[in-house]
């Protein structure tokens, strides 16, 4: 039987190291709302998004006072939209109306972000594809919830370059668009090499074409948990620091799957799979940044920084595993800079940089992610920031993706405020030296010699 | 689907954290059994000078739902002045049991 000092080991990591669910996302396909009639089509989205994730907010809410674990986001993704668009949207405003009908359903069944307005162009892009990534601009600046994802390379297709340089121009223009803002819009976009289908966290999420129709996919989180186990073994060898991280990463994964379980009897929708990330937010005691520093660094960027990452990224995935019936989406540590104190302390410490960052997303589960750089940035220099970034993804065979946000008329040495579970980020400096010629080329980058594993 | 929530209670965990005072026990206790709510196990400790306890509770025939019970002991213990919570079992038993 369960004893009162297990009792409160599970309450303490509630109450003080910020343990929680992060995300239930409910997956939604929208390919069976496919319609030529744009009007019609926006009917049966709105229609299949408000009927499946009818109770979604409540039940959510009815889990999170049984088991007095806070809940603190419930999600939404689709299918992308350039595949359901494609028959009924000739131009990209046409695209921004599914936008708005996305909003407007998030909306209505309460949940704070949708994602799915996405293209996974990452060989070529159709017509549809074309239109919907041009339309990014006006859809997230015409919105509030809604975000969007694109897909630009993978590990089996190689790196679509026509696509890259496009993001670098649309990523240019969300700022500009929401200059008085900050241009705070751009966190709601994020590009993507090897993206996968389950994502439950944003800005990312979408419902991929190989799921079932809808389905419930769980992202937890506990940085905090693992920040305070580590303080007691302080000095101890890499063997017990990594038995103490995979015993932590179990325990806080079981909680998600419980939720996990429950959210999937309540709704009757199937459980998907739990994402082991480490999601860091703001709030003190809630940082990956402050793990790598328990681990032994004085600062995130030292050096040592990278394979204290991979130490720890490696043993959540071995801790995880065996605790969720299924695992899938990023699952790893996240290295947010706005969304993580320490992160943000080691910026402004002037301990870490844009490169090593870059460094960093080869070992961990996503990439350079809510990083703020000087509104004065070419399309060409962001391009080819996506470029090394999907370069990483696709030789190493995993995830990577980045999430820019160059912020209209600040630069190093400012600060910016996206609020909230976002948090506040200084302006990173950007190697100003011109890659143009590079990004001007046309076509792809070919694929990998190891992928070819048939 | 919502009646599934309410679903039979199995087992429930309620723990007291707070200043020892007298009569915490009394005053939880007297509530679950005006609601017919069996108590299957009670630990308690003091860490740190605070008073911590541990109940296991079969709700399985209490008069009132899940939720109204959390809401009740939570006011209960605000009168105490001290921290109620109502947990249902299976999460420990996921954290702590393979």
Same mark, same amino acid.
């Given at each position: 039987?369960?004893?009162?000092?297990?009792?409160?080991?599970?309450?303490?990591?509630?109450?003080?190291?910020?343990?929680?669910?992060?995300?239930?996302?409910? &997956?939604?396909?929208?390919?069976?709302?496919?319609?030529?009639?744009?009007?019609?089509?926006?009917?049966?989205?709105?229609?299949?998004?408000?009927?499946?994730?009818?109770?979604? *907010?409540?039940?959510?809410?009815?889990?999170? $006072?049984?088991?007095?674990?806070?809940?603190?986001?419930? $999600?939404?993704?689709?299918?992308?939209?350039?595949?359901?668009? =494609?028959?009924?949207?000739?131009?990209?405003?046409?695209?921004?109306?599914?936008?708005?009908?996305?909003?407007?359903?998030?909306?209505?069944?309460?949940?704070?972000?949708?994602?799915?307005? +996405?293209?996974?162009?990452?060989?070529?892009?159709?017509?549809?594809?074309?239109?919907?990534?041009? +339309?990014?601009?006006?859809?997230?600046?015409?919105?509030?919830?809604?975000?969007?994802?694109?897909?630009?390379?993978?590990?089996?297709?190689?790196?679509?370059?026509?696509?890259?340089?496009?993001?670098?121009?649309?990523?240019?223009?969300? *700022?500009?668009?929401?200059?008085?803002?900050?241009?705070?819009?751009?966190?709601?976009?994020?590009?993507?090499?090897?993206?996968?289908?389950?994502?439950?966290?944003?800005?990312?999420?979408?419902?991929?074409?190989?799921?079932?129709?809808?389905?419930?996919?769980?992202?937890?989180?506990?940085?905090?948990?693992?920040?305070?186990?580590?303080?007691?073994?302080?000095?101890?060898? !890499?063997?017990?620091?990594?038995?103490?991280?995979?015993?932590?990463?179990?325990?806080?994964?079981?909680? =998600?799957?419980?939720?996990?379980?429950?959210?999937?009897?309540?709704?009757?929708?199937?459980?998907?799979?739990?994402?082991?990330?480490?999601?860091?937010?703001?709030? /003190? &005691?809630?940082?990956?940044?402050?793990?790598?520093?328990?681990?032994?660094?004085?600062?995130?960027?030292?050096? =040592?920084?990278? *394979?204290?990452?991979?130490?720890?990224?490696?043993?959540?995935?071995?801790? &995880?595993?065996?605790?969720?019936?299924?695992?899938?989406?990023?699952?790893?540590? !996240?290295?947010?800079? +706005?969304?993580?104190?320490?992160?943000?302390?080691?910026?402004?410490?002037?301990?870490?940089?844009?490169?090593?960052?870059?460094?960093?997303?080869?070992?961990?589960? /996503?990439?350079?992610?809510?990083?703020?750089?000087?509104?004065?940035?070419?399309?060409?220099?962001?391009?080819?920031?996506?470029?090394?970034?999907?370069?990483?993804?696709?030789?190493?065979?995993?995830?990577?993706?980045?999430?820019?946000?160059?912020?209209?008329?600040?630069?190093?040495?400012?600060?910016?405020?996206?609020?909230?579970? !976002? &948090?506040?980020?200084?302006?990173?400096?950007?190697?100003?030296?011109?890659?143009?010629?590079?990004?001007?080329?046309?076509? $792809?980058?070919?694929?990998?010699?190891?992928? !070819?594993?048939? | 689907?919502?009646?599934?929530?309410?679903?039979?209670?199995?087992?429930?965990? %309620?723990?007291?954290?707070?200043?020892?005072?007298?009569? %915490?026990?009394?005053?939880?206790?007297?509530?679950?059994?005006?609601?017919?709510?069996?108590?299957?196990?009670?630990?308690?400790?003091?860490?740190?000078?605070?008073?911590?306890?541990?109940? %296991?509770?079969?709700?399985?025939?209490?008069?009132?739902?899940?939720?109204?019970?959390?809401?009740?002991?939570?006011?209960?213990?605000?009168?105490?002045?001290?921290?109620?919570?109502?947990?249902?079992?299976?999460?420990?038993?996921?954290?702590?049991?393979?």
């Amino acid at each position: 039987m369960i004893n009162i000092w297990e009792v409160k080991e599970t309450n303490e990591m509630i109450e003080q190291e910020n343990l929680d669910v992060r995300t239930i996302t409910l &997956g939604i396909s929208l390919l069976d709302c496919i319609d030529d009639n744009l009007e019609k089509l926006n009917q049966n989205i709105y229609n299949k998004i408000t009927t499946t994730a009818k109770d979604l *907010a409540a039940v959510g809410e009815e889990i999170e $006072r049984e088991y007095a674990i806070p809940i603190v986001n419930k $999600r939404i993704s689709v299918t992308p939209i350039a595949l359901v668009g =494609g028959a009924a949207c000739h131009t990209p405003e046409d695209f921004a109306v599914i936008a708005q009908t996305m909003d407007a359903a998030a909306k209505s069944v309460g949940v704070n972000l949708i994602g799915g307005y +996405s293209a996974l162009v990452s060989k070529g892009m159709t017509k549809a594809d074309e239109l919907l990534i041009r +339309s990014i601009p006006i859809a997230l600046c015409s919105t509030e919830r809604v975000c969007s994802s694109v897909n630009l390379a993978s590990s089996k297709t190689g790196i679509n370059m026509d696509a890259v340089r496009l993001m670098g121009e649309v990523l240019l223009e969300v *700022a500009e668009r929401s200059k008085d803002r900050d241009s705070v819009d751009c966190m709601k976009l994020v590009v993507f090499c090897n993206a996968p289908d389950d994502n439950p966290f944003m800005a990312g999420a979408f419902h991929g074409v190989t799921e079932a129709d809808a389905v419930i996919n769980i992202g937890v989180s506990g940085p905090g948990v693992v920040k305070t186990a580590l303080e007691k073994v302080r000095g101890e060898s !890499f063997e017990v620091l990594c038995e103490t991280i995979k015993k932590t990463a179990f325990k806080v994964t079981r909680v =998600g799957q419980l939720v996990a379980q429950e959210a999937s009897r309540m709704l009757g929708i199937p459980f998907g799979i739990i994402d082991l990330s480490l999601a860091p937010t703001p709030a /003190v &005691g809630d940082s990956v940044a402050d793990i790598l520093c328990e681990i032994g660094l004085e600062y995130a960027g030292a050096p =040592g920084t990278t *394979a204290a990452l991979a130490l720890l990224n490696d043993q959540v995935k071995k801790g &995880g595993v065996m605790a969720s019936s299924y695992v899938g989406g990023l699952s790893g540590a !996240f290295i947010p800079v +706005s969304e993580d104190q320490g992160m943000i302390d080691s910026v402004q410490a002037k301990a870490i940089t844009l490169e090593k960052l870059e460094a960093m997303t080869c070992v961990c589960s /996503v990439g350079l992610d809510m990083i703020a750089i000087p509104g004065n940035t070419s399309a060409a220099t962001i391009s080819g920031m996506i470029a090394d970034e999907m370069a990483l993804g696709m030789v190493n065979q995993k995830t990577t993706a980045a999430r820019l946000i160059p912020v209209i008329g600040k630069d190093v040495g400012d600060t910016v405020e996206f609020g909230g579970l !976002f &948090g506040y980020a200084p302006i990173m400096p950007v190697n100003t030296f011109s890659c143009e010629d590079f990004i001007r080329r046309k076509g $792809r980058i070919p694929a990998p010699i190891h992928s !070819f594993k048939n | 689907m919502m009646q599934n929530m309410e679903k039979t209670a199995d087992k429930t965990i %309620i723990t007291v954290v707070g200043k020892d005072t007298v009569g %915490i026990i009394a005053k939880v206790c007297t509530y679950l059994a005006q609601n017919e709510i069996n108590v299957l196990d009670i630990s308690q400790t003091i860490v740190q000078g605070y008073f911590n306890m541990m109940m %296991i509770a079969d709700m399985s025939g209490s008069k009132k739902p899940f939720g109204e019970c959390l809401k009740d002991l939570e006011c209960l213990g605000e009168e105490i002045g001290v921290s109620i919570k109502c947990q249902r079992e299976e999460i420990f038993q996921k954290m702590h049991r393979i």
